[in-house]
């Protein structure tokens, strides 16, 4: 029995040794995004989704490791720990919809789009995404017993449900406006790609592909845990490579081939519209958003 459980306690062991890893680099990519568009680069209505999704970003992979390495040091399992961690992936998600939906309508109706649209709506947006997202999952939580002792079933069904089909409207209206977008630009549109392009579709390929068994575990978390024990570790650091990724999407987008630049030049290229340098008074603080 001992030689049957060695291989997945050393599976285990190194699944968790990876997460780690994945999640400081994403600390260190995220802060560097927070730093420069926070306070250095001029936000326009679409970099402000960007600002949001790296703090969102920033929140989760700081839960995650504290968290983990608290239950390695203490050797203890606390539900809330999860959900503390999953409250600020599903304000990341929600976020990469709402970013993905207006990027893809402003390309598909450009004039009607600048016109109508209000000139703080993304701050607002950001700001009732942070709001809405708090009752969304830990109502469910809270009934389901993951905060506390207690379950009520019928509650917890009630809440569970409606909490499982929010977030897969969300990821659903995600992948949908990317896929609008990609067929928009590479087989209607004459214009030149637009800004943001690679972005949204990069984030939204590693939304797929690392951040949805998340969102898996987070619905069927009873029979995961019962037939696929190591289901949540595998999900878990796919959804650290989720968050720890987007920088390097950042960087990739903003790089020219055979230049050398400094990394706030490039993050300038990649995240502003129509950014100059905070250094010339123009920046925005973070505060304002």
Known sequence: MFGLLSPWRTFDNVVFYLTLIVGLGGLVGNGLVLWN??????????????????AADFLFLSCHMGFSVAQAALGAQDTLYFVLTF???????????????????????????QGCRPRHASAILCTLVWALTLPAVLLPAKACGLLRNSTRLLVCLRYHVASVIWLLVLACVACTAGVVLFVWVTCCSTRPRP????????????????????????????LLNFLLPMFLPLATLLACINS?????????????????????????????????????????????L
């Open 195 to 222: 800004r943001l392009y690679g972005i949204v579709l990069g984030a939204l390929f590693l939304l797929f592909f690392c951040g949805l068994p998340l969102v898996l575990y987070w619905s069927l978390q009873p």
């Open 244 to 288: 720890s990724s987007k920088p390097l999407i950042y960087l990739a987008s903003g790089r020219q081939p055979g230049q050398r630049e400094p990394l706030r030049v490039v993050l300038q290229r990649a995240l502003g519209e129509g950014a100059e340098l905070g250094a010339r008074g123009q920046s925005l603080p973070m505060g304002l």
């Open 37 to 54: 568009l926070g306070f250095h680069i001029k936000k326009g209505p679409f970099s402000v989704y960007l600002l949001h999704l790296a």
């Open 87 to 113: 409250l600020w992936f599903a304000v990341g998600l929600w976020l990469l919809a709402a970013f993905s939906v207006e990027r893809c309508l402003s390309n598909l109706f450009p004039t009607c789009y």
